[in-house]
């Protein structure tokens, strides 16, 4: 009886995630809200770090790219002097939640000039102010056809 009552709770709540994953509505803001975002920074604005929260953290495609967000921006100062600091555009983006919908995680697929295919992930906190982004990991999307030579590559420049 314990593992039917376990496995119903299971079930139930394997349900309501699923269910936030797939709000149309949720979605709708998320990827306004990381679309507005990956803008500011290609258009240089500081607004960029305002979308982020005070403890979020950033992780770049090099392995020394770990920063809590002040780090981060001051890091990346330089370049927001210019008229873009970088460039990224999400041809596809899958868009998940808690229950509740206070936890939103999401991963995306990202054109970029410089550095072509990447890919990422994040997850947002949903605060009575609105969104903010707790973590962002991007990385490169290294097809498995060179990701041998990649490798050997990277271990030639250590």
């Not at 990422?120 to 982004?133: C, D, L, N, Q």
Request: one cysteine or more; aromatic letters at 10%; a positive charge.
């Amino acid at each position: 009886m314990k593992r039917i009552l376990a496995a119903a709770c299971l079930a139930l709540s394997l349900s309501a995630t699923a269910h936030a994953a797939t709000d149309a509505v949720l979605t709708k803001q998320v990827n306004a809200f990381v679309d507005e975002w990956h803008d500011d920074a290609a258009h240089a604005r500081m607004a960029y770090f305002d979308k982020m929260a005070e403890d979020g953290v950033y992780i770049g495609t090099d392995r020394t790219e770990l920063w809590r967000r002040d780090e981060f921006k001051a890091w990346a100062r330089k370049f927001f002097e210019r008229k873009s600091a970088w460039s990224f555009k999400a041809t596809r983006r899958n868009v998940y939640a808690s229950p509740d919908k206070s936890v939103i995680w999401f991963d995306e697929l990202l054109d970029t000039p410089n550095m072509g295919p990447c890919m990422a992930s994040g997850v947002i906190r949903k605060t009575a102010k609105g969104f903010e982004i707790v973590h962002y990991q991007l990385s490169m999307a290294v097809p498995n056809e060179v990701a041998g030579k990649v490798t050997k590559l990277i271990a030639e420049g250590k």
